[in-house]
Every structure is written in structure tokens, then in C-alpha cells.
């Protein structure tokens, strides 16, 4: 049973690590697309392709934070 233990806080190490990772890129596309929106907001192109990027990066993190859950013994 240690192991296993020592698995799930293996894991949920892991897990907080990306998890925030995943949190800091995130804002930093936000933070990103609202500057260039400020620069040039008829850039309808980079705009688009922003919010394509935020969108995967958030449904990235939240899949992580899923499967992850399961394993850390937190779900």
C-alpha cells in the first residue's frame, strides 16, 4: 500500500506542477492577445488564431487536470 501511496503523491506532484504550467501559458496568451488587440485591432487573422491557441490551451489544461485527478488519488 506505501507504493501506492508514494504513486499518488507522485502524481499529484506532478500534477500541481502542470497544472499551473498549463494556468501560466494560458494567461500568458490572454495577456498576449489583449496587448496585440491594443496594437492592431483590425488584425481579425492574429486575433482568430489567439483565441484558436487560448481555446486548446485551456481545453488542454482542463483534459490534464482530469486524467490527472483520477491518478492522484484527489478524484
Known amino acids: 500500500m506505501?507504493?501506492?501511496r508514494t504513486l499518488e503523491e507522485l502524481v499529484r506532484n506532478h500534477h500541481r506542477l502542470i497544472s499551473s504550467a498549463m494556468q501560466a501559458l494560458y494567461d500568458d496568451v490572454l495577456s498576449h492577445e489583449r496587448y496585440?488587440?491594443?496594437?492592431?485591432p483590425n488584425d481579425d487573422e492574429y486575433l482568430y488564431y489567439?483565441?484558436?491557441v487560448s481555446n486548446d490551451v485551456y481545453d488542454l489544461k482542463m483534459h490534464i487536470d482530469a486524467t490527472l485527478s483520477v491518478w492522484d488519488g484527489s478524484k
Open 36 to 40: 496585440n488587440r491594443e496594437e492592431d
Open 50 to 52: 489567439a483565441a484558436v
Open 2 to 4: 506505501s507504493r501506492i
